[in-house]
Structure formats: C-alpha cells, structure tokens
C-alpha cells in the first residue's frame, strides 16, 4: 500500500514541469564543464524548490492545528467537558507521525515548528518561502528565540531576526544563531536569565542503540564538568603502553565505560611482562591533578 501511494506521488512529481523553477536539466550535447555548471544550478534550484516545500508543509501543520483549536473550543463552548477532548496538539503529533512515517519526537518537533512559523516568527517565517534561509536555519532560531514569552516583545524580535537575516546572505547555521541570540538579547532584558534557566532543564543523560550491536551514551552537563570529565577519561588513556593495539577513541570509550561501572581499565597489549602502563590510581590521580580549565571573560562578569 505504502508503495502504490509513493509511485502515484513519485509519478505526479515526475509529470510537473520544473522549468520554471529553473530547474532545468544539463544539455547533454554541452560539453563537460558546461553540464557541471548547469547541474550545479540544478540542484541550487532544487534545494530551493525544498526550501519552498518545507514552508508549505509548516503552513498545512499550522492550519490542521488552527482547525483543531477551533473546533476544539466550539465543542468546549458547546458544553463539552474538555478533559473528554483529545489535545489537538497531541492529535496533531498522532496525526502526521503516521503520514509522515517519523517517529514521535521528530513530529513533534515539526508542530512545533510549525506553531513557531504562525505564531511567533511569521516574518522570519517568510524567508522559507522566499528561500532566503534554509529549513535547518529557521528550526535553530526558533528555538534560539523561544525564551521570549511576551507577545509585544516577539513581534520586534520577529522584525529585527527577519531583517538582519535577510541583509546577513549565505551564512551558516551558527552565524544564524548569534544573530538570533543578539536581536533576543537586545530586545528582552531578561533573556540571559532565561536562557540559562533553559539550558539548566536540558542537563541529562540519554542511550540510543546504533546498528552492528553499538551504542552510545550522551551526557549534558556544565561546560566546565563536561571538560572536566573527558580531561579525566584523556588522563586514564594517557597510562596505556605504546603497545596497546586500541585506536584512540577505543581507548576513550573502554576508559570512560570502566569508570562509569566502577571497573578496572587495563592495558591491552599481549606482553605483560613488557608492559610499561601507568594505570594505577594514584598515577591516574597524578595526571588528571595536572588537568588545567582556562575560563576569558570579561571584567564585568
């Protein structure tokens, strides 16, 4: 089923005609550098044409969503308890999971989105739909400039990311960052505070699986503990002798497993009698007592 749907939608793509979104395919009697060159401008247009389509899918999310909140409150005004109505935000996460064969935390993340495209940053919003900015910059300023919670003070941020975006060109994702922390900064007077307290909330710790029976453990923390904790795994490899066979992120990741479950870490050479390792933990203790955290700032701070 799932197949016949994506032939019928592969094959109404296939009958559009793009040209007029300058995507023209290469003329194969050009010569070769002469088809690079329109290939090239192909695939910018396409990427544009990807650009336009992602603010058309968030504009559909934020009319499914207005619809919902609609009826919902018509059913509400109606007489209906409203604790026996579905969330239409949940409803709509449900909803284009299974449309969009995702998981729940990337839909998730899209309604959000979306709501953040309507609601909060309708100008920057914009810069979808002209293909100033691409989706991956709006989905990190938008959560940049979600600290702010007062209405008035969205707008001018609105106004001012939008503009410096557009006045900004081809930047990357980072550079879109400080320019929204700047305009959220300048704009709410609050938001340092605000934003620390948000990034405090995302301490964690999380475990995923990767295939070929892999997994991997992140750690959100301080800056400085995080530093901290991975000079201290760098002091434990530190003792291992020339001989052991492990890579350098093999020796990361045993080390850091090890202290983690309270288990010793060794070396793994196969000479023991040879083995010069330092591994001991008063030496370990000696090398990370050597582990020096440089903190620039300004005076003021």
Not at 85 to 94: G, I, N, R
Not at 95 to 123: D, H, S
Not at 203 to 229: H, Q
Not at 236 to 244: F, L, Q, S, T
Request: charge should be negative; include cysteine; aromatic fraction near 6%.
């Amino acid at each position: 089923m799932a197949d016949a749907i994506g032939d019928v939608f592969a094959a109404r793509w296939a009958a559009v005609d793009l040209t007029g979104a300058g995507i023209v395919p290469a003329d194969r009697a050009d010569d070769d550098k002469t088809q690079c060159r329109s290939w090239a401008v192909y695939a910018e247009a396409a990427w544009r044409g990807q650009t336009f389509l992602y603010w058309q899918q968030l504009y559909a999310v934020g009319q499914f969503l207005d619809i919902a909140l609609a009826a919902l409150d018509d059913r509400v005004c109606a007489g209906e308890d409203q604790h026996d109505l579905f969330d239409p935000y949940t409803a709509a996460v449900e909803f284009f999971a299974c449309y969009f064969a995702g998981n729940r935390r990337a839909t998730r993340a899209l309604v959000g989105t979306a709501i953040a495209a309507a609601q909060r940053l309708p100008q920057t919003a914009d810069l979808l739909r002209r293909t100033v900015i691409s989706p991956e910059m709006f989905d990190k300023v938008a959560y940049r400039t979600d600290i702010v919670d007062d209405s008035a003070i969205m707008a001018q941020v609105d106004a001012d990311l939008a503009g410096a975006l557009a006045a900004a060109g081809h930047i990357s994702e980072k550079a879109a960052e400080r320019i929204a922390d700047r305009v959220v900064h300048k704009r709410d007077a609050d938001a340092e505070r605000k934003q620390r307290e948000k990034a405090r909330r995302r301490k964690n710790v999380t475990s995923r699986d990767f295939t070929d029976g892999l997994g991997g453990v992140t750690i959100t923390a301080d800056a400085e503990e995080a530093r901290l904790a991975y000079e201290a795994v760098e002091a434990m490899i530190a003792g291992v002798c020339p001989n052991d066979p492990r890579t350098k992120g093999m020796l990361r990741s045993a080390a850091a497993i090890a202290r983690l479950r309270r288990l010793p870490f060794t070396c793994a050479c196969t000479d023991k009698e040879a083995c010069t390792a330092t591994l001991g933990e008063e030496e370990i203790s000696e090398r990370q007592a050597r582990i020096i955290v440089h903190a620039i700032c300004q005076k003021s701070t």
